[in-house]
């Protein structure tokens, strides 16, 4: 083709302001690989950069989109070659990187991950950076050794949410008892399909709590940060440990070190945009693995690109559910 469609985010009067528009080729990045992107995703970071709410893209123009899903089309780097279906995750994409929302998006070859073959390009979005973060942070928890099949409850904050909806189940389809946290009871139908078996008000956990309460969490998995964090590390079993990985409800960390001191509590970082190739591979296998496609179905949407501006609103309204895949066609 000789022009294509994108969602591209330029500054005006010093402020973001996201819009599509018709690129060509010779105006993509000057990197090794060109790919055919079939389907991209709508995140939370999406939604603050289309919005113009926050200031995601740190240069001008920026084509918008964290994730990508699609074709080699043509490759300067001889481990890939055109027909390979593939996915790119983070890497600095809608940031620094031009990202997803692009009919044709050329990238660096150490970006590109191999789809397994057990999903197609659309569910390799269905699951996307949200998915892909959710199970990063199941292997930490794992890895970590404290959660039990069958055992204690490990809790899943925002679970309604992108992360949240992979998280219930995949920890759900291992065999952890899983208790989900959200702010909109009407969910729970849905989480329970997805495997939650008990649930929590996501604002007893936003309110201020002591630095030390009564044990309840063998693990966690938390994508909203702040009080919520601090709350959920207060609860969090001797021993046990918390994989962070968002900041839905904010940056701040108003805790004490009690649970880490006296109860041995574990807080494990989990970054999924710069995550080396050996991680990415681990968290796919995993998802090939363990995530339930019925399930990942009923987790899913897919919306036109045309409807990301509504999309990014209603994202950061807290009115989606689950994952928006974007067809990019």
């Known amino acids: 083709m000789d022009t294509f469609r994108a969602m591209v985010i330029d500054q005006v009067d010093g402020k973001p302001k996201a819009g599509f528009r018709n690129l060509t080729m010779a105006e993509l990045p000057d990197n090794d690989v060109l790919v055919k992107v079939e389907y991209s995703t709508l995140n939370y970071k999406d939604g603050l950069a289309i919005s113009g709410r926050g200031r995601i893209a ?10 990508l899903a699609g074709t080699v089309v043509e490759s300067r780097a001889p481990e890939w070659k055109a027909g390979d279906k593939v996915v790119v995750n983070g890497w600095g994409m809608s940031e620094t990187e031009w990202g997803g929302y692009s009919g044709y998006q050329r990238v660096k070859a150490g970006w590109l991950t191999r789809l397994p073959d057990a999903f197609t390009l659309e569910q390799a979005m269905a699951i996307g950076t949200a998915g892909y973060t959710a199970a990063l942070c199941v292997l930490a928890l794992e890895d970590w050794g404290t959660i039990r099949k069958g055992e204690g409850e490990v809790l899943v904050t925002g679970a309604a949410g992108g992360v949240g909806s992979v998280a219930v189940a995949l920890l759900a389809s291992r065999g952890y008892p899983v208790t989900a946290s959200t702010g909109r009871p009407d969910t729970h139908d849905y989480l329970k399909g997805l495997g939650a078996t008990q649930f ?50 904010g940056f701040d960390l108003p805790g004490t070190v009690m649970p880490h001191i006296l109860r041995g509590v574990t807080l494990i970082g989990v970054d999924s945009v710069m995550a080396p190739a050996a991680k990415r591979d681990r968290a796919w296998a995993l998802l090939a693995e363990s995530l339930d496609r019925d399930k990942l179905a009923a987790m899913t949407t897919v919306e036109p690109m045309d409807r990301l501006p509504e999309l990014a609103d ?3 309204a807290g009115q989606t559910r689950g994952r928006v895949v974007i067809k990019i066609g």
Do not use: H
């Not at 740190?58 to 994730?67: E, H, I, L, S």
């Open 58 to 67: 740190r240069r001008f123009p920026m084509v918008a989109g964290a994730d």
């Open 200 to 249: 929590v008000d996501r604002a007893t956990l936003a309110e201020k709590g002591g630095p030390l309460q009564k044990e309840r969490w063998t693990g966690a998995v938390d994508s909203v940060g702040s009080t919520t964090l601090a709350n959920v590390l207060a609860q969090t079993v001797y021993g046990g440990a918390v994989a962070a990985c968002g900041l839905a409800g």
């Open 314 to 316: 209603a994202i950061m």
